[in-house]
């Protein structure tokens, strides 16, 4: 696998400066809504779940709420650059749109993995599309000599070679705080996961969005105000 590159190509890295969107569920509050009746109930709800939760990596403290809390996870399911019980990472696109298809597969693959959900035909979620602001080194894999193989990072299935990248970024160029990559999901779309979370800041003033995105076995639509998308989803 690391034939796919060499060592003078992690000298490709530069620092970067960018605004980027993420996408995030809405749903924890309308759920602990459900079994609350009054204001005071609702923030003691919150801080015993929050007291349950895994400690804010030392690295991200000091960041707010909607930065940190991806880095706080060792998820068992791993994702295209972590991989399963490793160190959180914060994912997030150039545009609206590529953040959409790519919360909207991973939405849609929730719901066709449940027999009880697909029996339903569908799922309707809530999210907040907010922006933030990456300052770091980066790698661009959208570009050359990385974007040679283009295939292997976008592949729909298998990460292998990607986590092999992330795991020699992190043993051997802990600077490099984000990569750049092209989405597996909407052509043309642009990706970055950041590693590093000192590389992240809300950019002032911020922007957040709220929208709300509708899964079914054959598609995935999202609405924000006027806004309409859809993404065609096949098995």
């Known amino acids: 696998m690391s034939g796919l590159w060499n060592e003078a190509w992690f000298l490709e890295h530069r620092h970067s400066v960018r605004d980027v969107w993420r996408g995030v569920e809405a749903q ?6 459900r079994v609350v009746d009054s204001v005071a109930e609702q ?19 000091g960041l707010p709420y909607l930065l940190f809390t991806p880095f706080r996870y060792r998820s068992p399911r791993a994702s295209r650059f972590r991989e399963a019980g490793t160190a959180g990472v914060f994912y997030a696109a150039d545009e609206e749109a590529t953040v959409a298809a790519e919360v909207g597969y991973w939405r ?19 999210h ?14 959208t570009q050359a000599p990385w974007n040679e193989h ?8 298998s990460y292998a070679a990607c986590h ?11 600077n490099i705080a984000t990569l750049r990559y092209e989405s597996a999901r909407r052509e043309g779309g642009a990706c970055n996961v950041v590693f590093d979370p000192q590389a992240l800041s809300m950019p002032s003033p911020h922007a957040q969005q709220t929208w709300t995105c509708k899964a079914t076995p054959g598609k995935v639509i999202w609405a924000h105000r006027r806004d309409l998308l859809e993404f065609e989803q096949h098995q």
Do not use: C, N, Y
């Not at 849609?108 to 809530?126: N, P």
């Not at 599309?129 to 770091?136: H, P, Y």
């Not at 283009?150 to 299935?157: A, F, L, N, T, V």
């Open 150 to 157: 283009r295939d292997s990072w976008r592949d729909p299935e």
């Open 108 to 126: 849609w693959r929730f719901m066709m993995d449940s027999e009880g959900l697909r029996a339903q035909g569908q799922v309707i979620t809530e």
């Open 43 to 61: 923030e003691l709800l919150e801080e015993v779940l929050e007291s349950s939760k895994p400690a804010i990596p030392r690295s991200a403290q």
């Open 164 to 174: 092999e990248l992330v795991r020699l970024i992190r043993s051997g160029h802990p």
């Open 28 to 33: 924890h509050v309308i759920a602990t809504l």
């Open 128 to 141: 907040t599309f907010l922006q933030a602001r990456i300052s770091g080194q980066e790698l661009d894999l």
